[in-house]
């Protein structure tokens, strides 16, 4: 089992350009997360998915997107970049009844 | 007031030693209760959860919880240089609905060989 994947590793963006990250687990768990995390503030929940076809806003949800395109699959999306994207995007995922979650290794973002 | 609240230290301890992490947080019908190992660049990975009053051991790890208090700590004992990391504490409220997490900023420990 590969646990939660992300892709990609890094990426860099200019101001205004558009990506999406990609996050999948193989752990048939029904919840999936997307956090970002900054130096000194730990993470911050962007938006999470309860079950498929399910989305929900979290604590940091404005400029993201997101598509719970499958129960393995969970994409986050920047439709315009912005420099204060710039973080690390972590990906996670929890199973039925459970509340512990586990990470992917993670996207490192720099917009300029 | 933040929700998680943690010393971002760092707590700097010699090895062999017990490392003692602490962590407050505000909302008091949170029911589960995390510990988070951070290597510098790498994704969190959970060590130790706890949901009852007290301690759970497992290995060198000890969580301990108070609800009274609204307080949880982690305590490392014979600390090794590989346990140098940040820790994160995270709760969560299973009757809000919300299935997240909410994350202090997290303890950098440095065992000191």
């Known amino acids: 089992n590969a646990g939660v994947t992300q892709t990609p590793k890094f990426q860099v963006l200019k101001t205004g350009q558009s990506m999406t990250l990609q996050c999948a687990q193989d752990?048939?768990?029904?919840?999936m997360y997307w956090y970002r995390q900054d130096p000194g503030m730990g993470l911050r929940l962007i938006y999470y998915s309860a079950s498929e076809g399910t989305t929900d806003k979290g604590e940091v949800p404005n400029g993201y997107n997101v598509s719970r395109l499958n129960k393995r699959e969970f994409s986050l999306r920047l439709e315009s970049a912005a420099p204060s994207q710039t973080s690390v995007y972590f990906c996670?995922?929890?199973?039925?009844?459970?509340?512990?979650?586990?990470f992917g290794p993670g996207t490192r973002l720099t917009v300029t | 007031q933040k929700e998680v609240e943690q010393n971002s230290g760092p707590l700097s301890v010699p090895e062999g030693a017990i490392a003692s992490l602490n962590c407050t947080y505000s909302d008091r019908g949170s029911q589960s209760f995390f510990w988070y190992r951070q290597y510098s660049g790498k994704s969190p990975e959970l060590i130790m959860f706890?949901?009852?009053?007290g301690d759970k051991e497992d290995g060198r790890f000890t969580a301990q919880l108070n609800k009274a208090s609204q307080y949880v700590s982690l305590l490392i004992r014979d600390s090794q240089p590989s346990d140098s990391a940040t820790y994160l504490c995270?709760?969560?409220?299973?009757?809000?609905?919300?299935?997240?997490?909410?994350f202090g900023s997290g303890t950098r420990l440095q065992v000191q060989p």
């Open positions: 752990m048939n768990h029904n919840s």
């Open positions: 706890i949901y009852s009053n």
């Open positions: 996670a995922s929890t199973g039925r009844g459970l509340d512990e979650q586990y």
């Open positions: 995270a709760v969560n409220n299973r009757d809000t609905g919300r299935r997240a997490l909410t």
